[in-house]
């Protein structure tokens, strides 16, 4: 009797167990500010960066295994979430510089398939321990996209 009741005890534990895995589903999507990445370095804005896209790609394979289809947008996040793009959107708010002079491409993240971009990739892959905004402000400086006198 003492056997039947552990095997019993030991089905439900395992059983709970697995449920719990099952229901509990990926854990919810960090969507970062631009406060939040404003004093990053190169490298841990890229490791920023790295993680959404990781989650979303989990998210949607979650949701694969869940209801055998994928997104029409294979879970793709929109650029507006992307680490590296809103930081880039809040340094051209803050100074004033046009996503007409910066975006030459229609494509689903036009921001990402810049020449700024481009160009503050090369110095944050230059200098990683750089901070972020720094590296943006030499790009905009290097393309013209403002003047010595026109930075915060």
Do not use: Q
């Amino acid at each position: 009797m003492k056997v039947f009741v552990t095997v019993a005890l030991m089905l439900c534990v395992t059983t709970a167990a697995l449920a719990a895995f099952v229901w509990s589903g990926p854990a919810p999507i960090r969507h970062y500010t631009f406060d939040d990445l404003s004093e990053l370095t190169c490298e841990e804005l890229g490791e920023r960066h790295t993680e959404v896209i990781d989650a979303y790609h989990d998210a949607e394979i979650a949701h694969y295994g869940r209801t055998a289809a994928f997104h029409a947008d294979l879970g793709l996040p929109s650029e507006d979430v992307l680490p590296f793009a809103v930081l880039m959107i809040g340094f051209m708010r803050d100074n004033n510089i046009s996503e007409n002079k910066v975006v030459t491409r229609s494509t689903p993240w036009p921001l990402l398939y810049s020449d700024f971009y481009y160009e503050i990739s090369g110095t944050c892959a230059a200098n990683p321990s750089m901070r972020a905004v720094e590296a943006m402000r030499e790009s905009a400086l290097k393309l013209g996209l403002i003047g010595r006198d026109e930075m915060d």
